[in-house]
Every structure is written in C-alpha cells, then in structure tokens.
C-alpha cells in the first residue's frame, strides 16, 4: 500500500493542526471543541489534492430514551442518547484502500442525538487517522525538567541538580491536561445513581470540582426518571 501511504503522509505534512475554536455548553461544564465544518473543510482539500476518499462503509447505534416529568412546568420531559461505532474505507485513487474506524456519541431531547454521534465518529477518525493536533501545542521537550524547578528558587535549583532524574521529575511532575469533554461524556452516559456516583468518584479532585455541574444535573435527571413509590 505505498501509494496510500505516501499520500497519508503527505496530509499529515500539510495539516500540522487544528484550533479549538468553538466554545460548546455553558458555566463549568462548558469546554472548547473544534467545528464539525473546519475539520470537513481542510481534510476536504488535502485529501482530494492527494488522491484520497472516505466512504463510511459501517454503523453500530445503540440508543436510550430517558422520560421524566418537569419538576416546574409539569409535562414530560426526554433525553435521548445515542452511540455509535462507525467504520470508513480510506481510499486511495490507485485502488488501495484501508479500514479506518471511529467512535462518538450524541445527546438531545429529539431526533438529532444520532447526527451527533454520527458527526462526532468521523471527525474523530479524521483527527486520529491523520494524527492531527487539536489547540494549543505544548512542546515540553523545549524545557528540561531541572528548569523548572529552577525558576524563581536559585537554592531549590541547586539542590535539585544534585537528585537523580526520577526524585526530579516527582518534584515537578508535568501537569495532564484535562479532557473535559470526555469527563462530562462519562457522566451523561450513567443512567443510574451508583453508576454515577462510582463514575464521579473515580476522578482526582479538580476533575470533580470542573463537572461538579453536569454531576448535579445528572443527578436530578435520574432522580426524576426512577419510578415513584407512593
């Protein structure tokens, strides 16, 4: 598949990255996301400059409707989420070809749950495919770890040139980014009160402090599903 691979590589060479440039929900469970239309665009025009297709050849979709009543106007109330697992034929003008596949899930109280997913399955395999930075890049090979601890403490600077490499990095370990998307996902998927709660209870402290709202959201949301006793 020599074709194909030159013409992959030569994508990734032209599409270094791409900016998150949309600024999705609201309050601390919002999060910065790249748009469905720049990643279509710019995959659009690379791609066919090098030859090469995508043609969604597969779907596996699981949906769950969730109904509760409004506590505060009355009348039903619906979520509908839906998840999927999409496989794409990466295809090359010369007839090669490769199997690529994607993963996305959707929420909305009609019918658009499944584009969502849908949407977000693809343009994660783009990303993925092609090994597409997404924001800001942070390039930590520039600052050597000694460096850090340096700044601002020329005695702790000292002191930690004399530690080994591992005592080092444990003073100033690098610190993760957080992927709030993915953390919010996790909780709008739990359909029960234990699962939620095992799900919140498995992240570190800041984690539950940034999806503290979706957390509270959720939980009103099974609350008001489970059946009432009388």
Not at 29 to 48: H, L, R
Not at 137 to 163: F, M, R
């Amino acid at each position: 598949m020599e074709n194909l691979a030159k013409a992959v590589i030569a994508v990734m060479k032209e599409v270094k990255g791409m900016e998150k440039n949309s600024r999705v929900g609201t309050g601390n469970s919002a999060y910065d996301g790249t748009k469905d239309k720049d990643v279509k665009e710019i995959f659009n025009e690379k791609m066919a400059e090098h030859g090469l297709c995508v043609l969604p050849t597969g779907i596996e979709e699981t949906t769950q409707i969730d109904r509760w009543v409004d506590p505060q106007y009355g009348g039903q109330k619906q979520s509908v989420f839906t998840k999927v697992k999409t496989k794409y034929l990466l295809l090359h003008e010369s007839g090669e070809s490769q199997e690529i596949v994607g993963y996305g899930h959707g929420v909305d109280p009609q019918d658009k749950g499944a584009g969502k997913a849908t949407t977000y399955a693809l343009k994660n395999a783009l990303l993925y495919t092609f090994l597409t930075p997404v924001g800001k890049i942070e390039d930590t090979d520039t600052t050597h770890s000694l460096s850090i601890a340096q700044v601002g403490n020329t005695g702790a600077a000292k002191q930690t040139q004399t530690t080994s490499p591992a005592k080092a990095q444990q003073a100033a370990p690098a610190k993760p980014q957080m992927d709030l998307e993915r953390l919010n996902n996790r909780l709008e998927a739990c359909v029960t009160m234990s699962k939620l709660s095992e799900v919140y209870l498995s992240f570190t402290a800041a984690e539950k402090t940034a999806t503290k709202e979706t957390k509270n959201a959720m939980k009103t949301k099974i609350e008001l599903a489970e059946p009432q006793t009388e």
